[in-house]
């Protein structure tokens, strides 16, 4: 079939592996899952060289996002296998006495995941953890874009797992649209909404599940902390005289410890090439200078003098985006609005951690998931008007709250939608197994991580079973009126 000749052949056998049973077995799973953990070990090297090669990634990024990420889940999934894989009792009506019932979860069959380049070994190894721990076979679709991270993959997991039952299929689109027309019992995507429509289309024709893991534009609300009037009492000694002073007046730890988060969230998170990260953020207009502020003096502190010769900040992906973030800047009147950085160098597909305040609203970078190191600040008469600002646009994978404002957190969780909502940090939603990761709306379908990701890529099964001793006559027919009476 089409140009990739072996491939329904290659796909038939591992729909034959699934049947034979083999996947099912816990043994198997685990020794997978094991397998995994061992190429984490033992290929480390190998994995941070080519996140360095791809995307500039540091390794200490490397490290926290994927490497000690994937090693995380995979411990977790160890540990709670046999409870996840174990089923669940449940009741019955008391029309059908003298039964028991539960509920076991079986695997789907055949995935296949589609992964992204922006965490190419933390996207296609996360919601593979599931797929092997909840028993099927796999075939993984890494990102073309990130080609030294899907060589890795792509070598390496035939060697550590059962190629027999988890197979990588390398290539672009035309790869992606020939593994579509195939039947799958799942399919797990992450990446844009415009591919992720092609894929619900393509699930359509076999009814095929579908979990799409998109993106969108992440706002952060940063209220002023604490508010200009909180009573704060500061000991000085002033010519031996110890002076108290009420009012702080100054930028608090609060401000700063928020600031550092925000910043770490955009140009700290794949310098802001990250689904969760922070796309822009949402401040009081008399609050704004001081942000800025702050933002300035703390890029320095990240950064440096100079971020161009930093090794902490990602390099942009490939020429495609770096032009496509240019464009974004180019509008005049949204270059006019740059209060920090601006600079790019496309040799070295770096983009300088840049701050705009107040660009129009209609202009791309406001539009479209900015996807880059570019941090517009849009301000407000008051922070209670986020609410609104944020209910006008398409619900998004995750929104961040900065506030000490317990009413405004509540009004924030209670009048908002969104995949996740943090208050008072960034992205650390992401590696909480504890927590389902996924989106609402157009920020995606589905969720994963811990045993969420399990039940992803499980069918629950009702499974019920009845004694032949007795039935109540009502059940059946004839419904004879004159029976009630006797
Ligand atoms: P993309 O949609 O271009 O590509 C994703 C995958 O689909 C790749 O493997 C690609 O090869 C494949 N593909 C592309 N065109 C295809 C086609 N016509 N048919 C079949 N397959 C095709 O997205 P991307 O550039 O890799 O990722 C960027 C987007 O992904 C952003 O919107 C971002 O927010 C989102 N994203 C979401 C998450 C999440 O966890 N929710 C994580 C990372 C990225």
């Known amino acids: 079939m089409g140009s990739f000749g072996n491939m329904e052949r290659d796909l038939e056998n591992m729909r034959e592996c699934f049947r034979q049973g083999r996947t099912k077995e816990a043994t198997w799973r685990k020794s997978q899952l094991k397998g995994l953990l061992t190429l984490m070990k033992e290929k480390e090297q190998d994995i941070f060289k080519a996140l360095q090669e791809d995307l500039g ?224 953020v949402l401040a009081e207009k008399n609050f704004a200078p001081t942000l800025v502020e702050l933002m300035k003096v703390t890029i320095k502190e990240m950064f440096g003098e100079n971020p161009k010769e930093t090794s902490s900040i990602s390099r942009i992906i490939n020429k495609g985006h770096f032009l496509r973030l240019k464009n974004l800047l180019k509008d005049p009147k949204v270059e006019a609005s740059i209060v920090h950085g601006g600079s790019l160098d496309e040799d070295n597909l770096f983009i300088e951690p840049t701050i705009l305040v107040d660009p129009p609203l209609e202009a791309a970078i406001m539009t479209e998931e900015i996807f880059g190191p570019l941090l517009p600040i849009i301000t407000l008469e008051k922070i209670e008007d986020s609410v609104q600002f944020i209910n006008s646009r398409s619900k998004a994978l995750a929104i961040y709250c900065f506030t000490k404002n317990k009413s405004f957190e509540r009004r924030m969780v209670s009048d908002t939608s969104s995949g996740s909502i943090l208050f008072n940090d960034v992205i650390i939603q992401y590696i909480a197994d504890t927590l389902p990761f996924g989106g609402v709306g157009e920020s995606g379908t589905g969720r994963y991580h811990g045993k969420f990701s399990f039940d992803t890529f499980s069918h629950e099964r009702a499974i019920g079973r009845r004694s032949l001793l007795t039935d109540f006559w009502f059940r059946f027919p004839p419904w004879n009126i004159h029976k009630l009476l006797l």
Not at 127 to 140: C, D, E, F, K, Y
Not at 224 to 248: G, H, Q, R, T
């Open 57 to 280: 990634k540091h390794y200490i990024e490397a490290f926290r996002d994927e490497i000690g990420t994937v090693t995380k889940s995979l411990n977790t999934a160890l540990e709670s296998l046999k409870g996840w894989m174990s089923g669940r009792k449940a009741k019955l009506p008391k029309i059908a006495l003298l039964s028991t019932a539960e509920i076991v979860p079986e695997p789907l069959g055949l995935v296949l995941i589609f992964s992204s380049w922006n965490f190419p070994f933390g996207l296609s190894l996360e919601p593979l953890i599931g797929a092997i721990a909840a028993g099927n076979a796999v075939v993984l679709k890494p990102s073309e874009l990130s080609p030294a991270c899907a060589s890795v993959l792509a070598n390496n997991l035939p060697r550590y797992l059962d190629r027999k039952a988890v197979k990588v299929f390398q290539g672009g689109q035309a790869v992606g649209e020939e593994l579509l027309q195939h039947k799958w019992d799942k399919i797990f995507f992450t990446g844009s909404a415009r591919v992720g429509r092609l894929i619900m289309s393509a699930a359509a024709k076999h009814l095929t599940p579908v979990t799409l893991e998109l993106g969108g534009k992440c706002p952060v609300v940063v209220d002023s902390l604490p508010s200009s009037w909180e009573a704060k009492a500061n000991f000085n000694l002033n010519n031996d005289v110890m002076v108290i002073c009420l009012f702080d007046f100054f930028p608090t730890a609060n401000q700063k410890v928020a600031v550092k988060r925000v910043l770490v969230g955009k140009f700290g998170a794949c310098a802001g090439q990250a689904c969760i990260a922070v796309d822009y």
